[in-house]
């Protein structure tokens, strides 16, 4: 299996501090953000890997390389403008060929662990497997609702879940798919008024890095549980 790690975004939210270091590179318990994704893809044996990147991206090319000095392979999507997430996955398909693929959020963490990735079996009719989390306080209602069988809503019900940014998808999700800047969410709700996509409550921390604080305030956690 494949993994994409999504890298591209401006991260305007962290700014200043991604005025002149993109947000993947951002340090956080002593390496950077998107390192922590790289380690624990190869710890679950997933080595080949696509990143994609806009802002400052050559900055990401010189710190991580072709991913020989993590155990991996690296290859780079480079884009002028970013694409969001779904134009980017569309130009980097080429990259990750036909079987699904892991994609990942780079702006979040997780000790969940990706091995449990290699162990879903998608149904020939389903497109995509998300992964949810409880609803941290900056998104209390939720994005998606999920069924006791699995399926995902397009619209939380009773019970609301967040997406973790963690999902298996297969390329067919991209068919008919015009190049250009286009979110992910909309393609996710319309596969799921089709009943394609499935998924499973995570069970594990997670956190949305996507501001100053938050970013803090998880580094404070990590290093406190390394002194311990």
């Known amino acids: 299996m494949k993994a994409m790690i999504l890298a591209a975004g401006r991260g305007t939210r962290m700014a200043p501090l991604t005025d002149a270091c993109p947000k993947p590179l951002l340090p956080l318990a002593g390496k950077p953000l998107i390192v922590h994704h790289i380690e624990k893809l190869v ?26 000095s993590f155990g991996c ?24 060929g036909a079987e699904p693929f892991l994609l990942v959020n ?64 297969r390329p067919e999700l991209w068919q008919g798919f015009i190049a250009g800047a286009h979110p992910l969410a909309p393609m996710l709700r319309n596969a799921m008024t089709h009943q394609r996509i499935r998924g ?15 970013l803090y305030d998880l580094e404070q956690l990590l290093l406190a549980e390394a002194t311990r």
Not at 54 to 64: K, S, V
Not at 73 to 96: D, N, R, W
Not at 137 to 150: I, S, W
Request: charged letters at 20%; a negative charge; proline letters at 4%.
């Open 106 to 169: 780079g702006d979040v963490w997780t000790d969940w662990g990706y091995e449990r990735a290699l162990s879903i079996e998608l149904a020939h009719s389903d497109l995509g497997f998300l992964w949810l989390v409880d609803n941290p306080d900056h998104n209390p209602n939720g994005d998606f609702g999920l069924t006791k069988e699995g399926l995902v809503l397009s619209q939380p019900d009773t019970t609301g879940y967040t997406f973790s940014g963690m999902s298996l998808l």
């Open 73 to 96: 392979s690296i290859q780079y999507s480079g884009e002028v403008e970013a694409l969001e997430t779904a134009g980017g996955v569309y130009q980097a398909l080429p990259l990750l």
């Open 43 to 68: 710890a679950a044996g997933i080595t080949d890997i696509v990143i994609n990147h806009a802002w400052l991206g050559e900055q990401i090319e010189r710190a991580l390389g072709d991913g020989s």
């Open 200 to 214: 499973k409550h995570m069970q594990a921390r997670w956190v949305d890095v996507g501001t100053p604080q938050r």
